[in-house]
């Protein structure tokens, strides 16, 4: 295997045993980004000169952090302060914040290497870019964080930072055969990001193992924690069909069977979860509180650029104008009363598992899919992981996600590596 | 009275009577300012040219919004394109943000004309600027939105926009005699408002009555909202000592007092409201939380502009840093415990009175005050308005803070104007 190809993990154990250099790892990074970035449009800015600059600068120092000489690509709504950040939007063409995102912060003093910044929808909303599926790149690779998804996939970077408000991590992830992490809402700061939705926005990353999830979690937190079994015993899971499990492709349904008979297997207690009916229009409160939202957090743009936005995000925001301050509260409150539910329904399971997203990554770049399978979990604030495995009818990936309890991340990512372990 | 000294509904019926004009308010209030600003020191940056081309184009035009021809002032850690935002830090001096914050589109959208930016604490945090207090200008005027109550009280402008984390609007409006009000978090977007701590950061914003501070709220959400009485009954008040009763001047214990007393007079039933055990240690919860997030926030400020950030933040940091993730969660925990227990326990009442601030504001510059009474209302998410009305043995003002149901900030409003009226 070319180094471009390893994971995160496996770079740091040949960096620990001197079998390579961050040099030769971004040089590697880097010649397969030429080849493959025509077909593929993940990047919308390529810092390499600078990537190699600070490669052969931590080469020639002592280990830095958890990211030694690791490339990390970065979603374009999250600011850095060397490279420029136009949010996927006409708008923001060339503009250069003068910080950095809290995340970039952490990479950079773990010693990763930011190799760029990779598509966003605009504004991290519906309009997608150019950014092609690699599996096959007449279709999408879903969005919003089309491109960070993509690059992973296409083995071009081993880690790289989305964000999700709807869908825009764990849907990617499903469509690109990658590993979508999107943590408990409130984990990690969401300072330098671009605000979508004050109160649904949530960093995530993808990468092509478990165990690379956890490495930039623990380099976020700045502190290394393992991914050791939460018990001796398998774990207990739900099997959660939800309320939209008839809008699923059978690809997708037979994915969380498939898996969940796999884990079965391996000895796992696996058993229905069905949410209550407060669960049913869930995903409608959600979409209606993102619309009223996303009007208000986008209203210089809007206001003051209404020709360089796309008619899409111009009619979302009109529709989110159009939701009255009791429907808002209404929606606030079903998103209040659905976290204390939930709270005891998945107490009784050490997670969930469901649909990624409704199934292949659909034909067309005009689109990114649909959220569907997305909402209800990222409105629960609850911490989400997509694992690839399966695919669909035309050889497309389809993932299923794995659902914890709010702020059991690390639970969630230990389970989702014993997990791992037995779908391969 | 002269033009700076009204309410901005006084001058809003002025206007609409052909009685004045937007260039003679703006005149007003530049004049008064140029006065007393030696003293104060509440703006670090007064776009006086601006915002008379911008009066003049309004009295050019027709009726334009809810707030045609008013002044605002805007504190330093809000973003507006036209006007420098330094976030109250020499980190960031000249810094010219790209984008208004929502708040800002909302403002210019319904006609309001922007004074200029107030000083704002070091990133709204601990660390003072130069403001005095204008009842005595050896006094702090409260933080961390000093420069937007100054202002106020000093009657230089009839509005302005604060924002809260801890105690930031509540506490500077007790100590500076003017109305604050902290919404319910959520109800308004932060996008374009630095961060501080994600979970907690609130707009709120100042003015010498409650309907000014209603007017502001409308204009926010685009349509006006009568401040009609919420029900012909009088209102049934919570009187809530908290576990921090203790550390409440005499004035401070006083002024809630009469004020529930003189309610009650006025046919309010009034009765003790003590808060379960679940909040005695919950401002410990809160500050534990900020720090945490505000060390997160300001990652790229403590690593990269070390020396130019003060002592109190660098150390507020590295205390945040000691936090660990297991200690953040539970703190989240207890939040969400609260909030949940809350709700139910304002169900009672129509809304609780409790001190605002532990007394009037303490002598020196060097430091805002302690939050004490305001970190459980704001990690509650619930609203908050504090009103003027009695004063301390110093002759400075005292304020009493009324709390409402979370989402209810309208009726909050309502009752609020209620207990102005028989509070003046």
Redesign the interface.
């Given at each position: 295997m070319q180094l471009h190809q390893l994971t995160a993990t496996a770079l740091r154990a040949k960096l620990a045993a001197g079998e390579t250099t961050a040099e030769a790892i971004v040089q590697s990074c880097l010649a397969h980004i030429a080849d493959r970035e025509d077909d593929i449009h993940a990047w919308i800015h390529l810092a390499g000169d600078a990537a190699l600059t600070k490669a052969r600068a931590l080469d020639a120092g002592p280990a830095k952090g958890l990211l030694h000489g690791i490339p990390v690509a970065v979603k374009d709504i999250i600011d850095t302060?060397d490279m420029p950040t136009a949010y996927g939007s006409a708008v923001?063409q060339g503009?250069r914040p003068?910080?950095?995102?809290?995340c970039?912060?952490?990479v950079?003093?773990a010693g990763g290497v930011l190799l760029g910044k990779t598509v966003s929808t605009e504004f991290a909303y519906f309009s997608p870019g150019a950014t092609a599926n690699p599996h096959n790149t007449a279709h999408t690779p879903g969005g919003s964080s089309s491109g960070s998804a993509a690059a992973v996939a296409a083995e071009m970077v081993p880690l790289a930072f989305g964000s999700q408000t709807a869908g825009s991590v764990i849907r990617p992830a499903s469509f690109c055969g990658v590993v979508g992490f999107k943590p408990s809402r409130?984990k990690?700061?969401?300072?330098?990001i671009k605000?979508l939705a004050?109160?649904l926005d949530t960093l995530g990353w993808f990468a092509r193992s478990v165990p690379d999830i956890a490495l930039m979690r623990s380099a976020l937190?700045?502190?290394e924690q393992d991914l050791g079994p939460v018990s001796a015993q398998p774990p207990r899971i739900g099997l959660c069909r939800t309320a939209q499990w008839g809008e699923a492709e059978q690809s997708s349904q037979q994915a969380v069977k498939a898996a969940a008979e796999t884990l079965a297997a391996a000895g796992a207690q696996v058993r229905d979860l069905d949410l209550p009916a407060l669960f049913d229009d869930y995903n409608a409160s959600q979409q209606r509180l993102m619309n009223y939202?996303v009007a208000?957090?986008?209203?210089?743009?809007r206001?003051?650029h209404r020709t360089e936005i796309s008619e899409v995000l111009r009619r979302n925001c009109d529709e989110g104008?159009a939701v009255?301050?009791a429907d808002y509260?209404a929606a606030?409150?079903h998103g209040?009363a659905g976290?204390?539910a939930f709270a005891k329904l998945i107490g009784d399971v050490d997670f969930l598992i469901t649909p990624s997203a409704p199934g292949e990554a659909p034909a067309g770049l005009h689109a990114t899919g649909d959220p569907v399978f997305n909402r209800t979990w990222t409105f629960l604030d609850v911490p989400a992981l997509s694992l690839p495995k399966y695919s669909g009818p035309k050889g497309l990936p389809v993932g299923v996600q794995l659902v914890g309890r709010?702020?059991g991340d690390?639970d969630l990512l230990r389970w989702g590596q014993w997990a791992e372990d037995r779908l391969r």
């Open positions: 302060a923001y503009h003068p910080w950095d995102a809290s970039i912060s952490f950079r003093e409130g990690h700061s969401l300072a330098g605000t004050d109160s937190l700045g502190e939202q208000r957090a986008l209203a210089f743009e206001i003051n104008l009255s301050e509260d606030r409150d209040r976290r204390h709010f702020g690390l």
